[in-house]
């Protein structure tokens, strides 16, 4: 049996509103990023999926969209379970600075002291999906987490896909795996 994980980008915060690199800041989501999360609920809703499990990153705003989406589809029992290499990029030097082009391309060029590497994050995004993969192996996981994160995986998918492709807050991304393999995906739905 596949297993099928759907990541789920966290709703906004007051950062992301303003252009803010939060990277592993713990900033909470704002009313808008509670919106667009109801939105989000009735897609996944459409899908018509029942969930095996729960996972999120550690930071506060992973964790209240998981929450508010395990709720709002009637999962009062499951638990969430943090698992600490879901949490966002570290962005070194670049935190809490407003992303513009310029920033964007020293990000690219790995050009901040103490940044995660997008080799690094892209290593630890695949091991990680992997693992998700193997601890859970053939059940629904719903996954919340960053866009540096989900990005850092899908590029590896989609050669058409960077760092820089637009992913919405509450977007649903999707990941099929088999024996270990990824063999279908969907990025930003």
């Given at each position: 049996m596949n297993t099928l994980i759907c990541l789920v980008r966290h709703g906004q915060t007051d950062w992301n509103k303003q252009f803010l690199i939060q990277g592993r800041y713990d900033i909470p989501l704002n009313d808008e990023g509670r919106k667009q999360i109801a939105k989000t609920i009735l897609r996944l809703k459409n899908y018509d999926i029942k969930w095996d499990v729960f996972l999120s990153s550690p930071l506060i705003r992973a964790k209240e969209t998981c929450e508010i989406i395990k709720k709002n589809l009637g999962y009062q029992e499951n638990e969430i379970i943090i698992?600490?290499?879901?949490?966002?990029?570290?962005?070194?030097?670049?935190?809490?600075?407003?992303?513009?082009?310029?920033?964007?391309a020293r990000i690219l060029k790995n050009d901040y002291a103490n940044i995660?590497?997008?080799?690094?994050?892209?290593?630890?995004?695949?091991?990680e999906i992997m693992a998700i993969d193997k601890a859970h192996a053939g059940k629904k996981v719903l996954v919340v987490t960053h866009s540096h994160f989900i990005k850092a995986l899908?590029?590896?998918?989609?050669?058409?896909?960077?760092?820089?492709?637009?992913?919405?807050?509450?977007?649903l991304n999707f990941l099929e795996i088999k024996d270990g393999k990824v063999i279908r995906f969907a990025f930003n739905q």
């Amino acid at each position: 049996m596949n297993t099928l994980i759907c990541l789920v980008r966290h709703g906004q915060t007051d950062w992301n509103k303003q252009f803010l690199i939060q990277g592993r800041y713990d900033i909470p989501l704002n009313d808008e990023g509670r919106k667009q999360i109801a939105k989000t609920i009735l897609r996944l809703k459409n899908y018509d999926i029942k969930w095996d499990v729960f996972l999120s990153s550690p930071l506060i705003r992973a964790k209240e969209t998981c929450e508010i989406i395990k709720k709002n589809l009637g999962y009062q029992e499951n638990e969430i379970i943090i698992r600490n290499n879901l949490i966002e990029r570290e962005f070194g030097e670049a935190d809490g600075i407003q992303i513009n082009d310029a920033v964007y391309a020293r990000i690219l060029k790995n050009d901040y002291a103490n940044i995660e590497t997008s080799i690094a994050i892209s290593k630890r995004a695949l091991d990680e999906i992997m693992a998700i993969d193997k601890a859970h192996a053939g059940k629904k996981v719903l996954v919340v987490t960053h866009s540096h994160f989900i990005k850092a995986l899908f590029t590896q998918l989609d050669s058409t896909l960077t760092f820089q492709s637009f992913l919405a807050n509450g977007a649903l991304n999707f990941l099929e795996i088999k024996d270990g393999k990824v063999i279908r995906f969907a990025f930003n739905q």
